[in-house]
């Protein structure tokens, strides 16, 4: 069974909460969650990833979080990644991805 996505904007930050398992299934709806807010060009907009709900991670996964990158870093947009649970947290560092996201 794959996860949820549910998303919450402010004026300048976008907050994507991720629940159940963020695998390849879920692209297209982390691709909805995010694309509206980078398609505007808005400069400086900040975009939260939370983990909290999130039980299981993949390769996938970690490929669509640097696909919102790509799209937002053209935007100079700030992305943190928030609440990740030990061995989630775990992957993220194996992938070195504090060197390309903020971590909390």
Same mark, same amino acid.
């Given at each position: 069974?794959? *996860?949820?996505?549910? =998303?919450?904007? +402010?004026?300048?930050?976008? =907050?994507?909460?991720?629940? *159940? ?41 970690? *490929? ?8 937002? *870093? ?7 990644? =928030? ?11 194996? +992938? ?9």
């Amino acid at each position: 069974m794959s *996860g949820t996505i549910s =998303v919450e904007r +402010a004026e300048r930050e976008t =907050v994507i909460n991720i629940k *159940g398992r963020f695998n390849f299934e879920m692209h297209s709806q982390f691709r909805t969650a995010y694309q509206e807010d980078t398609s505007k060009g808005q400069k400086g907009r900040k975009f939260i990833i939370d983990l909290s709900g999130t039980e299981y991670i993949d390769s996938s996964a970690l *490929g669509m979080l640097l696909l919102l990158r790509e799209e937002a *870093g053209t935007n100079e947009s700030d992305i943190e990644i =928030v609440n990740a649970k030990p061995e989630i947290r775990k992957i993220l560092e194996t +992938a070195n991805f504090q060197r390309l996201f903020k971590i909390s």
